[in-house]
C-alpha cells in the first residue's frame, strides 16, 4: 500500500460508511433497460460496482462493433451514476475486465477503476474505511487449485461432498501459504504430484495472487474492506450447480480466501457466481463478513467502526 493509494475517495459523517453495491448487472446491447434512476445513489456515501456491468466488450465479443455496442450501453450506466456527484468505485470483472473499465470509465468525474488500488474513507475525525479492490484482467479467470482438477484428493470424510472437498482443499493451502506445508507435501494432500505441470501452474498463480492481496490490505488502519469481482472460496454461494459439466464444486479464489484470513480483513464484497448471500469466515483477528448481491444484485451495505456489516438487499424492476 502506498501513500498515494491512502488518498481520501471521500469525506463522510458517522456513525457508519453507507455503500450502494451493484453487481453482475450483465448489460446486453440492446432489450431491457437498467434504471438508474432508481437507484437511492443520494442516500449512500459511496457506489460500489463488483464488475461485469456488462455481458460482452471489444477484445471479447463476436466483432468489435458488436463489443462497442455493449460498451455503449455500459458507458451510460456510468455517465448516469458519474451525475449523481457520488464517488463510483468501479471494479474490473471477467465481462469487463482491467482495460474495458477503464474504457468505460475514462474522463469521469466521479467514476474510479479499483484494481490493484486501496481507497480511503474518511469518518469525522475518529476513523476511515479502506477499501481495496481486486478485479479481473482478461476475460478467463481461472482459480487456482480448482476442485474438480484434483478427483483424487482424500478426503476424511467418506461422503465425498463439495464441502469436504473444498474444506481438504482450502486447510491443505492455508498450511501451505502460512509456510507450514511444502510443495510436495501439498501435492500429496490434493491426490497428485508435485511435478505436474497444471499444479506447477496453479500453485504459481496461488502465490501470486495472494501476495498480490495480502500487500493490498496491510497497513491498513482501521475496518477494512476487500471488494473482488471473485468470490471468496468455500462460502455458501460459491457453489457451481449441475449444469457444469464438472457437477458440484466450489469455485471461488482460494487466494482470498486464504488472504482475508490471514490478513484479518473485515469485509469481502464480491459478485461473478450470480448467488446473493451474507457470511462469515474465520480470520486471525476474528471473522470477515463475506456478501454477494446476486445477479443483477443491489445492497445497502454499511460498515461501522469496529468493521461490523450490514446488508439489505434493494429491488430494483427492469424497464
Known sequence: MTESDLEPICSVEGPTVDLLVISDLHLRATGAQYPVADLPVETHDIVLSLGDVIDENREHAKSVSAGEAYEERGRTILERLDEQGVP??????????????????????????????????????????????????????????????????????????????????????????????????????????????????????????????????????????????????????????QHSHDGDYHFGSVALRVALAAAGVDACLSGHTHQRGLTAIPTTSGHSYVHNPGDAGVSNVSISQDGTLRAEQIDVAWR
Do not use: M
Open 88 to 241: 463510483v468505485l468501479a471494479v474490473p470483472g471477467n465481462h469487463d475486465p482491467v482495460d474495458c473499465t477503464q474504457r468505460l470509465s475514462e474522463g469521469l468525474t466521479n467514476v474510479h477503476s479499483l484494481h490493484g488500488v486501496t481507497r480511503n474513507v474518511v469518518v469525522g475525525a475518529e476513523w476511515s474505511l479502506t477499501i481495496a479492490g481486486w478485479g479481473c484482467e482478461q476475460f478467463d479467470f481461472t482459480p487456482a487449485l480448482l476442485s474438480p482438477d484434483y478427483p483424487d484428493i482424500p478426503v476424511e470424510d467418506e461422503a465425498r461432498t463439495p464441502d469436504a472437498v473444498a474444506s481438504t482443499l482450502l486447510r491443505a493451502a492455508g498450511e501451505y501459504l502460512a509456510g507450514d506445508l511444502s510443495e510436495t507435501n501439498l501435492a500429496h494432500k490434493l491426490g497428485t504430484e508435485a511435478t505436474n505441470p497444471s499444479f506447477e501452474t496453479s500453485l504459481a498463480r496461488l502465490d501470486a495472487r495472494f501476495k498480490t492481496l495480502v500487500e493490498l490490505v496491510e497497513g491498513a488502519n482501521g475496518p477494512t474492506v476487500v471488494a473482488s469481482h471473485i468470490s471468496p472460496f468455500n462460502v455458501p454461494f460459491d457453489i457451481r450447480g
